[in-house]
């Protein structure tokens, strides 16, 4: 009857909660196992500080709880657990899952031995109240009692990799109490580790050094165009010596990094695979698709270090050309492949946005061969990590479809460089963490969350500011609908710049204290680089090309980047310090502008980028045939347009060459060009009726031979890429019509034409109506992009020619309608 009676008693005070804290007095001693792991006693002395913070009391905490009287707040599994009569399910919870249980007037939490303890630990607190926003913002309420509802929870992440590659996750006791598990982040053996890679992607040439192989054994690497070659290539991976000495590096990684869990055999980040027979072959039987050779190679690699090494994983990419997943081969159990959507529009959901639809299919189809399925995912703009970029809402809605379509882990490539600042890094940081426990939760409440602890009074301004800015990308009616992109420079409206800064005038006002201003002035930095962006365009004016105020837009940027520096920014671009803007807008110049002009075009040649047009206007339309770049465009001002280039060869680096006026009139200009060792170029712009004619040849003025192609280029403005084909007759007589855009493709694309397929002389954009007639050509390649500003180019190359002194090669080509 008493055994009745006390276990009724015990119901009841589980049914009520607990009080843990009352008045700043608790009778509560935190009880951690005597062999706890390190996450364990992290997690009883994470609690210890952030409740005495919260309520004044300090719990002790004790290793044996046979000799402690009072509750208790269990920490971990332990002998005081199973007195209890709890039995945790550890198989099921894994390494980072938890429970949160009240037994009696006893708290429980209690977890996997490497992470989940620790994490529950952070779980509690949180239902507290507590919060860590930022490495230096957090939320640690202020109140003498502290009650714990009843709990019977029990926790486990949505994917087992989890890491928001922004600098400002990488803090370890942040990357802790949000619960994420990167490679880069500074977590230790004192968090329970993570999940380490080693090398962490791109690894071709680390298993096989070109500098130690190339010279004696070329067949080690990527056949290219007839050639072995280094320079952006990949590895022979039909080749078993490749395969032995990769599987030889693996071996050492091993040895030399056992604290690793994956270990990357990775393609190089550039194209350039393989064209040898057998990688052709093996590509074949795989459906044409180019990862076919490379994940039959990592499965091989894969098995042999299975056997000796169970506990290690072998990781791959699905990147680029090796996106589209294979018809025959699979993953083997030890092989995670990193889906890479790349060229996804990041503004929308995959599900729905056509310019995604690609790669919905992709993932689907790899999710249907394998269920160790990871994902690299882009979240911010690599060329300028100022820019804004409003992908909230795609962020929130394509975490739960990875999750759907049983993905393991993601890798969020943020902004990366050190010293941190990109564009809201550390609101998406604490959103993508919450995201990647849990696909589920409320992102709208999270971010709400996070204005309201790190800007306070502010908050509403800044939430405004973040409508604002979403506006630019969500759908019709409400919003206006554009595309983004993690490279390209979007066209954002006015009303985002002038709003969003009246926005930050009004937040800065609203700011309760100076800390608080600070930071809105930091995330202010954004629309001032899209501000400096705007001002950098380049304009033909007065025989210059030029932008509208050259002294005021450097003096704007000298006083820009003095602020970025004040708040420890040190990189706008990926892989570039601030000392390359630095350099940038010092020689940052007017450029003397040439004009062409007759009854029924107008060009405009800037001698000083290139020898580039930069314009052709077609009068009678009223337009210009040439795609106009955006300023902050890679290399601009000195990009698109008509150009032309020197190479050794076809795969080779341009060459540098210095230009200059020969002659000009009103409806020719000749520019003659000083390239390396002796190779002298002239390239003549003449106005015809039709449009222009252009003629570039490249001329060997040294007294030894010299390998030289070259390539002419248009980049053209078409009026609607979506209905635009390349059209032409074959030199073998066929009409070949190549429409660019296609469902379920990726909207950006290339093709070659030689041989018997090169056009004979004449290829057009059909859509566009625009025509390039040319002679001399060996090859003709098409480029094209619906990002930024649309764009299809068409590139035309010389042969391959080793001239011989005096020799020359040339290449003509007329643009028009």
């Known amino acids: 009857m008493k055994r009745a009676a006390a276990l009724l008693m015990g119901a009841a005070l589980w049914a009520q909660g607990v009080t843990l804290v009352e008045k700043g007095k608790s009778a509560y001693t935190i009880v951690v196992a005597a062999k706890a792991t390190p996450s364990e006693q992290r997690a009883a002395r994470e609690l210890q500080r952030f409740i005495e913070e919260m309520s004044g009391a300090r719990l002790p905490v004790a290793t044996d709880a046979r000799n402690v009287r009072g509750p208790k707040l269990l920490v971990g599994d332990s002998a005081a657990v199973k007195r209890l009569g709890v039995k945790l399910p550890l198989e099921e919870l894994g390494p980072e899952g938890f429970v949160l249980r ?52 029990t926790e486990k992440p949505a994917f087992e990799y989890r890491e928001p590659f922004f600098t400002e996750a990488f803090e370890k006791d942040w990357a802790a109490r949000n619960r994420t598990n990167g490679d880069h982040s500074q977590l230790d053996a004192s968090t329970g580790g993570k999940l380490q890679y080693y090398p962490f992607v791109h690894s071709f040439y680390q298993l096989v050094p070109p500098e130690k192989y190339f010279a004696a054994h070329p067949e080690y690497f990527s056949l290219i165009d007839g050639k072995r070659r280094v320079e952006r290539g990949q590895l022979c991976l039909t080749n078993a010596a490749v395969l032995r000495i990769a599987i030889e590096q693996v071996e050492q990684w091993i040895k030399e990094h056992p604290e690793a869990t994956i270990f990357s055999v990775s393609q190089n980040d550039w194209e350039g695979w393989c064209e040898c027979d057998h990688c052709r072959r093996v590509e074949e039987e795989e459906g044409g698709k180019h990862i076919g050779p490379v994940l039959r190679f990592v499965n091989a690699l894969a098995e042999q270090i299975g056997q000796r090494h169970p506990d290690k994983l072998i990781d791959t990419l699905a990147y680029w050309y090796t996106e589209e997943p294979p018809l025959r081969v699979r993953p083997a159990k030890n092989v995670r492949i990193r889906l890479c959507p ?22 689907k189809a790899w999710a249907g061969i394998t269920n160790q399925l990871y994902i690299w995912h882009y979240n911010t703009n690599f060329r300028h990590y100022l820019l804004p970029f409003p992908d909230l809402d795609e962020l929130a809605s394509d975490i739960p479809i990875y999750q759907k379509h049983g993905v393991v882990g993601l890798f969020m490539q943020g902004a990366y460089a050190a010293g941190g600042g990109g564009e809201m890094a550390g609101l998406k940081s604490y959103l993508l963490a919450r995201l990647l426990w849990n696909p589920n939760v409320d992102a709208n409440a999270v971010i709400d969350e996070y204005l309201k602890g790190v800007y306070g009074k502010a908050a509403p301004q800044m939430k405004a500011y973040l409508e604002l800015l979403q506006r630019e990308v969500r759908p019709g009616p409400a919003g206006l609908g554009a595309h983004l992109w993690i490279f390209a420079v979007p066209d954002y409206s006015g009303a985002l710049l002038k709003g969003g800064m009246e ?117 009678k339309a009223g337009r210009d045939l040439l795609r106009r770049p955006p300023p902050g465009e890679r290399t601009y001002p000195d990009t698109a ?8 060869d076809q795969h080779g680096r341009q ?38 004619a252009t003629r570039t040849e490249a001329i060997n003025t040294a007294q030894a031979a010299r390998a030289v192609a070259l390539q002419v280029r248009a980049d053209l403005a078409p009026l609607d890429i979506d209905k635009e084909a390349v059209a032409f007759r074959a030199a073998s007589g066929e009409e070949v019509r190549r429409p660019l855009i296609v469902p379920e493709k990726e909207p950006t694309g290339r093709e070659m034409w030689e041989g018997e397929k090169l056009p004979a002389g004449e290829w057009r954009l059909q859509d566009t109506g625009a025509v390039n007639w040319f002679a001399g ?34 290449v003509e080509a007329s643009y028009g309608r």
């Not at 790349?342 to 993932?363: D, E």
């Not at 200059?660 to 712009?685: D, F, I, N, Q």
């Not at 003709?780 to 035309?796: G, Y």
């Open 342 to 363: 790349i060229g996804i529009c990041v503004a929308h959901t995959f599900a729905s946005c056509p310019r995604s639809a690609y790669f919905l299919k992709n993932l």
């Open 503 to 619: 926005l930050f005038r009004q937040a800065e006002a609203a700011a309760g204290d100076a800390a608080t201003r600070k930071r809105i002035e930091k995330d202010r930095l954004s629309l001032e680089y899209l501000a400096l962006l705007k001002a950098r365009e380049y304009r033909v004016g007065n025989g210059v090309y030029a932008p509208a105020d050259l002294a005021g837009l450097k003096k704007q940027a000298a006083e820009f980047l003095a602020r970025a520096r004040e708040d420890g920014i040190r990189s706008l671009h990926e892989g570039q310090e601030l000392g390359v803007d630095d350099k940038y807008y010092a020689e940052l110049a007017e450029q003397p502008a040439l004009s062409l002009e007759n009854e029924g075009w107008k060009v405009v040649i800037v001698p000083g980028l290139d020898g580039r047009a930069v314009q052709m206007i077609d009068k």
């Open 777 to 810: 050509a060996q090859r003709a390649l098409a480029t094209w992009s619906v990002k930024s500003r649309p764009s299809v180019a068409l590139m035309l190359w010389s042969p391959e020619k080793t001239l011989a002194p005096g020799e020359s090669v040339a």
């Open 102 to 153: 009240t037994r009696g007037a006893n708290v429980i939490v209690a977890g996997g031995r490497q992470r989940g303890t620790m994490y529950g630990a952070t779980a509690l607190l949180e239902r507290l109240g507590c919060r860590w926003f930022t490495s230096e913002v957090s939320r640690i309420p202020k109140t003498p009692t502290i009650r714990i509802d009843t709990l019977d929870v």
């Open 655 to 692: 060459w540098e060459v210095k230009w200059a006026v020969e002659a000009a009139s009103a409806v020719e200009v000749r520019l003659k060009g000083m390239g390396p060792e002796g190779v002298v170029v002239r390239r003549t712009y003449r106005l015809t009726e039709k449009g222009l």
């Open 641 to 648: 347009g008509l150009s032309a280039g020197v190479y050794p």
